[in-house]
């Protein structure tokens, strides 16, 4: 995996709740950190000097399925990447559309290769998969990238959920692969960070932990995770529809499982009751 591009360290730590500082190439983010949603690459309602001035926000979320639909990868790549198209100048994390894809429900088709699914903006045939999602997300130009997954139901049997897994590590190690290839294509080219955002190894790449409720499963989500390696670990499948107390126990569970060395991302969750 080589060199991460981010730096982590914990200041303190209460049991398994932790404070820590997050260092990316364009901002130190204090963590825990709610990272505000920029669907399109803003907050809506907010402009990006209340964002810093009022809130004091180091990092906001970035849809690549959104984006990547309106206005497209090569429309922001051309523009030097989604810090300079939207202005935005501290970190960005963009997801990698799984989850997107996942909630059009009938409107996808998914195969192991990816997944085939109508837009909803105008009704074409789209097609997202592990290595189009890292090719979005490098032009997109983000801090922090996310995997590719596969997203169960929040009432998935075991059977289910097992399937999800494996498609979801199947594809983790494809993210990891394409990823790679495009951090070094980027730095074998000699291309600015303005330029090309996969650079130099600039872009971190976070994994996802699936397994729905079944603590088995997402045991073994998390080791199969780690093995492949990733610059930071992300606990995914929560908030889509099961009980408060079920996804507080996942939670409860797996934490103390994670590597206390690296980063952990709670996907999904932001309500003040949750945090």
């Given at each position: 995996?080589g060199?991460?591009?981010?730096?982590?360290?914990?200041?303190?730590?209460?049991?398994?709740?932790?404070?820590g500082?997050?260092?990316?190439r364009?901002?130190l983010?204090?963590?825990?950190v709610?990272?505000a949603v920029?669907?399109?690459?803003t907050?809506?309602?907010?402009?990006?000097?209340?964002?810093?001035?009022?809130?004091?926000?180091?990092?906001?979320?970035?849809?690549?399925?959104?984006?990547?639909?309106?206005?497209?990868?090569?429309?922001?790549?051309?523009?030097?990447?989604?810090?300079?198209f939207?202005?935005?100048?501290r970190?960005?994390?963009?997801?990698?559309?799984?989850?997107q894809?996942?909630?059009?429900?009938?409107l996808?088709?998914?195969?192991?290769?990816?997944?085939?699914f109508?837009?909803?903006?105008?009704?074409?045939t789209?097609?997202?998969?592990?290595?189009?999602?890292?090719?979005?997300?490098?032009?997109?130009?983000?801090?922090?990238?996310?995997?590719?997954?596969?997203?169960?139901r929040?009432?998935?049997?075991?059977?289910?959920?097992r399937?999800?897994?494996?498609?979801?590590?199947?594809?983790?190690?494809?993210?990891?692969?394409r990823?790679?290839?495009?951090?070094?294509?980027?730095?074998?080219a000699?291309?600015?960070?303005e330029?090309?955002?996969?650079?130099n190894g600039?872009?971190?790449?976070f994994?996802?932990?699936?397994?729905a409720?079944?603590?088995?499963?997402?045991r073994?989500?998390?080791?199969?995770?780690?093995?492949?390696?990733?610059?930071?670990?992300?606990?995914?499948?929560?908030?889509?529809?099961?009980?408060?107390?079920?996804?507080?126990?996942?939670i409860e569970?797996?934490?103390?499982?994670?590597p206390?060395?690296?980063?952990?991302?709670?996907?999904?969750?932001?309500?003040?009751e949750?945090?």
């Open positions: 995996m060199k991460t591009p981010i730096d982590w360290q914990v200041v303190a730590q209460d049991g398994e709740a932790r404070a500082l997050l260092q990316t364009r901002a983010i204090e963590t825990p709610f990272m920029g669907t399109a690459g907050v809506k309602g907010m402009r990006f000097e209340w964002l810093e001035a009022e809130l004091d926000a180091r990092i906001i979320l970035g849809n690549t399925y959104h984006l990547w639909l309106r206005p497209g990868a090569e429309v922001i790549r051309a523009c030097g990447g989604l810090h300079r939207t202005g935005w100048e970190a960005l994390l963009t997801d990698s559309g799984g989850f894809v996942w909630s059009l429900g009938e996808r088709k998914l195969t192991e290769e990816g997944v085939e109508r837009s909803h903006l105008d009704g074409s789209r097609f997202m998969s592990p290595e189009v999602s890292m090719e979005v997300q490098a032009a997109l130009g983000s801090d922090i990238v996310m995997a590719f997954d596969e997203c169960a929040g009432e998935a049997t075991h059977e289910e959920a399937a999800s897994l494996e498609l979801t590590a199947r594809w983790a190690a494809r993210s990891r692969a990823f790679d290839e495009l951090q070094r294509e980027g730095a074998d000699g291309r600015t960070v330029q090309h955002a996969a650079v600039e872009q971190a790449l994994g996802i932990v699936q397994g409720a079944h603590h088995d499963l997402r073994e989500s998390l080791a199969r995770t780690i093995e492949i390696g990733f610059d930071g670990f992300a606990i995914g499948g929560l908030s889509v529809g099961e009980e408060k107390s079920v996804m507080y126990e996942v569970r797996l934490a103390p499982r994670m206390a060395e690296q980063p952990r991302y709670l996907m999904g969750v932001g309500t003040p949750d945090l």
